[in-house]
């Protein structure tokens, strides 16, 4: 049985625990206090961050990583494209999405004023520019679910909770939000400290 080790307000391991209740197998999670990490978890990952992912003599690391490692695992429901095309597309998004916007997580939570600031307008403009897409398409890639929409979801979660204004634009980014949010297998991933971040 895969276990993770999640924090309960993590965006990076909400990500690992949305694709273990889309996959609907057994798992389980371990819940860790970022503030207070347990002294194994620098010995399963170098970086001593959460998620970890341990399943007998495999330890990962890395949401992404964990993520696609799960896909392959449990293949259904499939998230990750089959064709080789959308999937290299599908990783040059994910990579976007760090590059972009998760990079901004740390200064967003790091209470330091000015730093937030200027994170909330970054990944507020990031945000923005993607919004069209949802005019025209249900979900990131196209019309299906995929590990793209997990990737974000997090951070969509969050922007109330990280004081992030949306333009009216990103309507439809808004409502393509909502969409994810109704997912059964969100709303079971979700910790109660996430539930509580949005009204
Ligand atoms: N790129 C990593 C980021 C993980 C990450 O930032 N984890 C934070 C979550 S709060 C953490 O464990 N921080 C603890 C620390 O920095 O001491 C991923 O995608 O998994």
């Known amino acids: 049985m895969m276990t993770l080790y999640s924090g309960t307000t993590d965006p ?9 209740y889309e996959k609907g197998m057994d798992f389980q999670i371990i819940d860790v206090d970022v503030f207070n990490k ?3 978890l620098m010995i399963m990952n170098p970086y001593n961050m959460v998620p970890v992912l341990v ?9 992404n990583i964990i993520n696609e490692y799960i896909d392959e695992r ?8 089959a064709d080789p095309v959308m999937r290299a597309r599908a990783r040059l998004f994910l990579h ?9 997580i740390g200064a ?9 600031d200027k994170a909330r307008l970054s990944v507020r403009d990031s945000l923005t520019q993607i919004a069209p897409i949802f005019a025209k398409q249900k979900f990131m890639l196209n019309d299906e679910y995929s590990m793209l929409d997990v990737a974000i979801a997090p951070l969509l979660w969050r922007l109330d909770y990280y004081d992030i204004q949306l333009a009216k634009e990103a309507a439809p980014l808004m409502k393509y ?19 509580a971040m949005r009204k």
């Not at 997912?183 to 109660?192: D, F, L, Q, V």
């Open 12 to 20: 990076f391991s909400q990500r690992c625990r949305i694709v273990l």
């Open 38 to 40: 347990p002294e194994d």
């Open 55 to 63: 399943e007998r003599d495999l330890v990962l690391y890395e949401s």
């Open 74 to 81: 449990f293949p259904h429901p499939q998230l990750m494209p």
């Open 96 to 104: 976007r999405f760090e590059s972009e916007m998760f990079c901004h």
């Open 108 to 116: 967003l939570e790091s209470g330091v004023q000015k730093t937030a």
């Open 177 to 195: 939000a909502e969409r994810l949010f109704s997912r059964p297998a969100y709303i079971e991933a979700m910790t109660a400290a996430e539930k």
